[in-house]
């Protein structure tokens, strides 16, 4: 228990403000600030960057999130310097008007940087979501490594997913204010993910997810830029054309640039091969409930697929990820065309192989993260006399 925050805060609700500003972090956090908002303990603020703006807005919109504050830095061509120092900036007036005790931050994003950098700068106690998580490489995946592990130090609550990142955090020396929680993104998929689900996306709804292996792809990282993707690029359209009966690839093709040109070039005119627009996270999770498999470079989908029985192959030389491959749920893929070929046509192919993975015990979460976050943020505050039950994937 903290005394001098405990003493600071006696007698009011605890004033926590939430920041985040890309997609995966909005759909990560939205059902945590639900479950503050609902304990009446908390005095709840909500401040979005808008790193992503577009991709943000449908995740608002979805969750019924209202921030009361936006800073709205996106800018065409925006670089990492850009988006640190705006975020800096425009949270150091935020904070002026809303002095909070807590300020929460997800992740490894530039905002989940700059925001714990600015919380720092204003001694504000700063809590973690998704801590711990580590390739130990600071250029793969680049910048996420460096941030996560630069808020790792400036952090003085750390909610780990799972009790691998808890080891992690150890290994470093981060012991004190630290909780398994299980993750965020486990409880958002039990809002969005409908069995009588129609998609927006028209074009999803006629696909024939009974006969068909569809196949959800998802690459843009920018550690893949270049060879990489190319290569990425190549096994998908190999995978098409050699299954054109019974595959089709969705692949929600990211706004980069870089990814649209080498995305199309590679899979246009291919008739099992459909490149549609990014989807809202309702729709990305309904489509992924409703796919046979799922080929990513995604942080965020190496989790949320397990959850829902479908094996990932990782189209990365490593995973931050580890717990998914343990447990058998996923498999890294590796970005050379031969290996991501013979990993996906052996699911293709072989239904033993398909059913070990998509029956492994998935080691992200239970769906009682937020509530698990919310009472270590009431115990470090001396308003709960227990810390919570940490989550161990067997429950």
């Known amino acids: ?97 809303i002095r909070p005790d807590l300020v929460l931050v997800h992740g490894d994003t530039s905002t989940t940087f700059a925001g714990a950098l600015a919380a720092f700068y204003q001694k504000i106690s700063i809590g973690h979501v998704e801590a711990g998580l580590r390739t130990y490489d600071k250029y793969s995946p680049f910048p996420e490594e460096m941030n996560r592990a630069m808020v790792g130090r400036l952090a003085d609550l750390h909610f780990c997913p799972t009790e691998a990142n808890r080891r992690n955090l150890a290994h470093e020396g981060i012991t004190d204010g630290v909780y398994v929680t299980g993750n965020t993104v486990i409880d958002a998929l039990r809002t969005t993910v409908k069995k009588d689900y129609t998609f927006a996306t028209q074009a999803l709804n006629h696909i024939d997810y ?22 990425i690029m190549s096994a998908l359209r190999e995978l098409a054309l050699k299954y054109p009966d019974e595959v089709e690839l969705i692949y929600p093709v990211h706004l980069s640039p870089v990814v649209q040109e080498v995305a199309h070039r590679h899979l246009d005119g291919l008739p099992n091969a459909h490149l549609i627009a990014p989807l809202m996270a309702d729709e990305m999770h309904n489509l992924m409930d409703r796919s046979y498999l799922v080929m990513t470079d995604s942080g965020g989908l190496q989790e949320e ?91």
Not at 10 to 19: D, H, N, Q
Not at 33 to 42: A, D, H, M
Not at 383 to 392: A, L
Request: net charge neutral; with cysteine; glycine share 6%.
């Open 1 to 97: 228990m903290d005394r001098l925050s405990a003493e600071r805060t006696a007698g009011r609700p605890l004033k926590v403000m939430t920041i985040f500003g890309t997609r995966p972090e909005a759909i990560k956090m939205a059902p945590l600030v639900q479950e503050l908002e609902r304990r009446p303990e908390f005095d709840c603020h909500c401040c979005v960057t808008a790193q992503h703006r577009q991709m943000l807005d449908g995740v608002l919109e979805i969750f019924h999130l209202k921030p009361q504050f936006d800073l709205n830095i996106m800018e065409q061509k925006q670089t990492l310097s850009m988006i640190t120092s705006k975020c800096l900036l425009g949270l150091e007036r935020v904070f002026a008007q």
């Open 210 to 231: 009974a006969q068909k292996k569809v196949i959800l792809v998802t690459c843009h990282r920018r550690e893949n830029y270049g060879k990489p993707m190319e290569e």
């Open 305 to 395: 697929a397990p959850a829902l029985g479908k094996p990932v192959l990782v189209l990365r030389q490593e995973t931050e990820r580890p717990e998914a491959v343990a447990a058998g749920t996923a498999k890294l893929a590796g970005v050379h065309k031969e290996q991501i070929l013979e990993l996906a046509e052996e699911l293709i192919e072989s239904l033993p192989a398909y059913q070990e993975m998509a029956h492994a015990v998935n080691p992200y979460g239970d769906g009682q993260a937020c509530r698990r976050i919310a009472e270590a943020i009431l115990y470090h505050f001396g308003r709960r006399q227990w810390p919570p039950e940490p989550f161990h994937a067997s429950c």
